[in-house]
């Protein structure tokens, strides 16, 4: 612990971001990294507490709280405190795979379970993590790490996010030949096309594709199992299979109207306007524009902020984003403590963004959407809605009531649904013959072995819809379980 009194001493300082205005312009990161003395100052408010809550990586209530890959973070905030940024790099890459990732689009639960966080805002852990990866790669230090010795064994990985590319890592630096097979034009799964540039540039994801490349990782896309290659021949071919295809089904709005012209999954908009970016820089026409439209997102999470980010980029009239939660409080209640997740109000860079352009919050909350009504053509061309209230019902279990008279009319050319995903694909789980329930991939958390030999399962496909860090979480386990599996013990981590 460099500086006992940093904590008392320095004040959490806001990261960089460019201004809203100027950002929604272009497609570049609207985020940018501290300065180093900054940085120094925020390294020196870490604790380094005689219990590290921030790694702790666990689930309270059902939401996550500290670290789930158990990043030692006290030792890199004291290293970065100290200037020390190479060794601070070797502690973070301990337990890390990606931290390019993590530094740039984590929600950072770690943040929350910070001791700090209990009455004052927490160590920038985050902004922390971020410049020591950049610092990594900008000086050299990062070089491909090729395998001493190789142990003859094959493994193949399908699907290329997060989970599947710490997989292939951590099994690759065990002397593995591991080949990951992505059924998209591009390696990366999600990092790729789930996540907008503005959150995270593609160079960032090219970069590490072709470390892990170099490093020996063969990428195969533009395959898809079950079409291009069957399940049966992957099996032959490797002594050891990992699916890592993340939960893509769409949760789907059931509703009146549905099926009007112009109203799309939020995945499918996000996707097609990354692929028509790196491809041609928007002139191929490949994506659902909404320039000079009205446009709605239905779903208040961070999938339904991103379009909202991607509509004002492209010029849209209005942009609306529906929640059917009520507004959060600005600072913790009494049933969410430190150090569970703080469950508080937050204007997250979107919002931001709608704000500078627009004047106001793009957010309704506490809102059902009832219908959707088309035009003579089949386009949509409005939304019905009505408030709701929540409220604890005689089981104390909270329910939604429709509040009589708050009916409204909203005009939309384009409707997002960005209500969260139900798990995996069905048809690769079938044709595998592996059990699933409720979409998600039967394989207990620790051993993510399936029901068919040789076969396991990690990421989304197995727990459903999460974070990037328990993706990367699942995807270095699995790899220790696969490991085993091939040599009868492992040292992986």
Known sequence: MGKATGFIDYPREKGKERNPR????????????????????????????????????????????????????????????????????????????????????????CEGSCTV???DPAVAIK??????????????????????KRTGKKVAIVGSGPAGLASADQLNQAGHSVTVYERSDRAGGLLTYGIPNMKLEKEIVERRINLLNQEGIEFVTNTEIGKDITPEELQEQYDSVILCTGAQKQR????????????????????????????????????????????IVIGGGDTGADCVATALRQNCRSVVQFGKHPILPLSRTSDNMWPEFPNVFTLEYAYEEAEAKFGKDPRQYSIQTKKIVSDENGNVKELHTIQMEKVKNEQGHFVFNEIAGTEKVWPANHVFIAIGFEGTEQPLLEKFGVKATNHKIEATYGEYKTNIDGVFAAGDARRGQSLIVWAINEGREAAREVDRYLMGSSNLP
């Open 127 to 148: 902004s922390i993590e971020r410049t020591i990866i950049d610092k990594g790669f900008e000086n050299g230090w990062i070089t491909p790490r090729i395998p001493e």
């Open 252 to 295: 789907d709005l059931v509703i009146e109207g549905r099926e009007a012209n112009g109203v799309h999954f939020a995945m499918d908009y996000l996707t097609t306007s990354t692929k028509s970016l790196l491809d041609s820089n928007f002139e191929d026409g490949k994506y659902i524009d909404t320039e000079g439209k009205d446009v």
């Open 117 to 119: 966080a209990i009455s």
């Open 22 to 109: 100027t950002r929604i312009a272009d497609w570049k990161e609207y985020s940018a990294p501290f300065s180093d003395e900054t940085l120094s100052r925020q390294g020196a408010r870490c604790m380094d507490c005689g219990t590290p809550f921030c790694h702790m990586g666990t689930e309270l209530k059902g939401v996550t709280t500290g670290c789930p890959i158990h990043n030692l973070i006290p030792e890199w905030n004291d290293l970065v405190y100290h200037g020390k940024w190479k060794e601070a790099l070797d502690r973070l890459l301990k337990t890390n795979n990606f931290p390019e990732f993590t530094g740039r689009v984590c929600p950072a639960p």
